[in-house]
């Protein structure tokens, strides 16, 4: 709220002042004016114009709406070029669009004869006029609403079974209804008070802004007290109305049916081959997975979530297949893929309570919805809605929701980011209860090394939308391909070096016995050696000391250095009594640091 005696605050109430002191200015002068509200015509012209403003309003949502939706989806200059054409008749003074809409509409122009001139001088011409003038107001304020929904909504209302129309009607509509109606009082409000246009192509009969005019320019200002009174009451009530509150959100009993067990169902291995575009970024990515637990892991921009949008059909591939199991999947639209989505951020739908959620895929069957309900700990939630529920409420939902759906392949992107540490631990270890007992498949979208572990048997590590290196999790975990895969794995403890013998690596001045992998000495060679590797052993052979100890409560990190050069982290659970400045033994397994040749020796 603006405070009373800011600048903003007298900058804006000066204009509110602007706009409202005219009307002040002329209800205190009304009284001594000798309003004439017995004329009849003064009657018919309210009557007309109210009902040419609400037959306009009706014509341009029925077809501005659609207009509005395919402008704010489309892309492309044709799609640019209307969006800016439309807007037109808003820079154009109304008499000009009258004078466009006779060279149209006229009674001597194709069209005009064909409808035997009935499209000038009559209610008709009334509504054309208005309608020209005042449908930008619909359109722009609805495109704008319908722009600003995620993507995300009706992405998953796809993979929850729902169709292009369905999607339009049960998703975009209900959330860019607001914006809808906002556009659609003005639309009315503009038409309502249409002059220009108007009175080009219908001065007869008199809607209520033209006979306001006759009035003047025959009588004088006096005889424009009662149209006035009258135009101001009209835009007056139907203002009230449009700013009564009538949908309140109500918060009713769910009664649900007794919960039914979900048939369980054999899950499919994924096999894909995908090549697509997303503007400059070009992914080519294949795989056939050997497990039934994927993880995606890769650094931002990858094509992480491309990929997953990919095989739940969400965008178009240029070529390729996607298999689950023996079914070919990559001609089918993603309503009929059976893949459940749960996309980064929250995808609830507003509007709709925690049980409605819960049964908005196609078919779903609210026995199936009660169990994922009582399942994913929603009871006592069901008549909530998703601004009235913490975030990892909102996750459960979601996954009860794609759940419900009996996906055979669930797709998750990043489920379990952005919520605090505990919510996380236990959503992600519900996850994986599931993956144990429900056939299902899933390809989990990580940042996190650790949530990878936890959710996947297998990982593919992607970087500019190729493979970098794809395996069973604990292949890649103990040999990454590459520093760069180990850096991606998260990998704490990496280097340089060179070989100092086909068993000895010298780094940052220490030697460290490491696996005989044929490198000849002199090699130059890049390494890495994860924590959890590292271990504390008072017998170990080197001698290291403690630079920091970090308590992550389950175990504990510990920096050490090894001859005052060469720092390594570990993790263990069994530190007790080490303490920064100390000194501690540990042992490297020589088979744990693992090397890749650098071109050069030296
Ligand atoms: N709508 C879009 N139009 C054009 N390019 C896009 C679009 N969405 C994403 N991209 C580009 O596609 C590439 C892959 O994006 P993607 O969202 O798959 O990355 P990601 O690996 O999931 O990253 P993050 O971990 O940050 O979510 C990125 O380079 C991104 O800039």
Same mark, same amino acid.
């Given at each position: 709220m603006t405070r009373l005696g800011s600048p903003l605050a007298w900058l804006g109430g000066l204009l509110a002042l602007y706009l409202l002191a005219p009307i002040a200015a002329f209800f205190l002068r009304l009284p001594g004016a000798g309003a004439n509200f017995g004329d009849p015509r003064l009657w018919s012209a309210l009557e007309v114009s109210a009902a040419a403003a609400t037959v306009s309003a009706t014509i341009i949502a029925v077809l501005?709406?659609?207009l509005a939706y395919g402008l704010a989806r489309a892309r492309g200059r044709l799609a640019g070029f209307i969006g800016v054409?439309?807007?037109?008749?808003?820079?154009?003074?109304?008499?000009?669009s009258g004078i466009l809409l006779v060279s149209l509409v006229g009674p001597y122009t194709l069209v005009g004869r064909w409808f035997g001139g009935a499209l000038t001088d009559s209610f008709a011409g009334i509504v054309l006029a208005q309608t020209f003038v005042a449908a930008p107001f619909l359109v722009i304020a609805a495109r704008s609403a319908f722009a600003a929904i995620d993507p995300a909504l009706p992405a998953v209302a796809a993979t929850l079974g729902h169709g292009p129309l369905s999607r339009? /009607?049960?998703?975009? %509509?209900?959330?860019? $209804?607001?914006?809808?109606? @906002? *556009?659609l009082l003005l &639309?009315?409000?503009?038409?309502?008070?249409?002059?220009?246009?108007?009175?080009i192509l219908s001065y007869h009969p008199y809607s209520l802004p033209v006979f306001t005019y006759v009035q003047f320019s025959s009588t004088g200002l006096p005889a424009t007290q009662a149209p006035v009174v009258a135009s101001l009451f009209a835009a007056f009530v139907v203002l009230m109305l449009a700013n009564l509150r009538v949908l309140r959100r109500r918060h009713r009993r769910v009664a649900r049916p007794p919960a039914t067990p979900p048939v369980v169902q054999a899950a499919p291995r994924l096999d894909f081959d995908l090549a697509a575009r997303l503007d400059a970024f070009g992914l080519q990515i294949a795989h056939a997975a050997a497990t039934r637990h994927l993880a995606l892991l890769?650094?931002?921009?990858?094509?992480?979530? /491309?990929?997953?949008? %990919?095989?739940?059909? $969400?965008?178009?591939?240029? @070529? *390729?297949?996607?298999? &689950?199991?023996?079914?070919?999947?990559?001609?089918?639209?993603?309503e009929h893929r059976r893949?459940?989505?749960?996309?980064?951020?929250?995808?609830?739908?507003?509007?709709?309570?925690?049980?409605?959620?819960?049964?908005?895929?196609?078919?779903?069957?609210?026995?199936?919805?009660?169990?994922?309900?009582?399942?994913?700990?929603?009871?006592?939630?069901?008549?909530?809605?998703?601004?009235?529920?913490?975030?990892?409420?909102?996750?459960?939902?979601?996954?009860?929701?794609?759940l419900?759906?009996?996906?055979?392949?669930?797709?998750?992107?990043?489920?379990?980011?952005?919520?605090?540490?505990?919510?996380?631990d236990s959503l992600r270890r519900e996850l994986r209860r599931l993956q144990q007992e429900v056939g299902l498949t899933t390809v989990l979208v990580t940042h996190d090394p650790e949530e990878a572990a936890l959710l996947a048997d297998e990982v593919l590590v992607l970087d500019r939308g190729t493979v970098l290196?794809?395996?069973?999790?604990?292949?890649?975990?103990?040999?990454?391909?590459?520093?760069?895969?180990?850096?991606?794995?998260?990998?704490?403890?990496m280097g340089h070096g060179r070989m100092a013998a086909a068993d000895t690596l010298e780094t940052a001045g220490v030697r460290l016995v490491v696996h005989d992998d044929d490198l000849a000495p002199g090699t130059r060679v890049a390494w890495c050696l994860r924590s959890e590797r590292v271990r504390l052993d008072a017998n170990g052979p080197y001698d290291a000391a403690v630079v920091d100890v970090v308590d992550l409560g389950a175990s504990r990190e510990i920096v050490v250095r090894i001859d005052d050069a060469l720092e390594l982290t570990l993790r263990t659970v069994d530190a007790d009594g080490l303490v920064a400045g100390g000194r501690c033994r540990i042992d490297l397994p020589p088979e744990a640091i693992r090397l890749w040749p650098e071109n050069g020796a030296g």
């Open positions: 501005g709406v659609p054409a439309i807007q037109l008749p808003l820079a154009l003074p109304p008499l000009v339009f /009607f049960r998703v975009s %509509l209900p959330i860019a $209804l607001p914006g809808i109606a @906002a *556009g &639309a009315w409000l503009r038409a309502f008070g249409e002059f220009g246009a108007t009175v890769g650094p931002s921009g990858a094509g992480k979530s /491309f990929t997953l949008r %990919l095989l739940a059909g $969400l965008e178009a591939t240029d @070529a *390729g297949h996607v298999r &689950a199991g023996d079914e070919e999947l990559a001609g089918l639209r993603p893949i459940g989505y749960l996309p980064q951020h929250s995808s609830l739908l507003p509007g709709r309570n925690v049980w409605q959620q819960i049964n908005f895929g196609v078919g779903a069957d609210p026995g199936v919805a009660s169990y994922w309900l009582e399942r994913l700990h929603l009871d006592g939630l069901e008549a909530r809605y998703p601004d009235e529920l913490s975030g990892g409420q909102q996750r459960r939902v979601a996954l009860a929701r794609a419900t759906h009996a996906p055979r392949i669930l797709l998750l992107d990043e489920p379990f980011s952005a919520l605090d540490a505990p919510v996380r290196q794809a395996g069973r999790r604990a292949d890649v975990f103990a040999r990454p391909s590459s520093p760069q895969v180990a850096r991606l794995l998260g990998i704490r403890n």
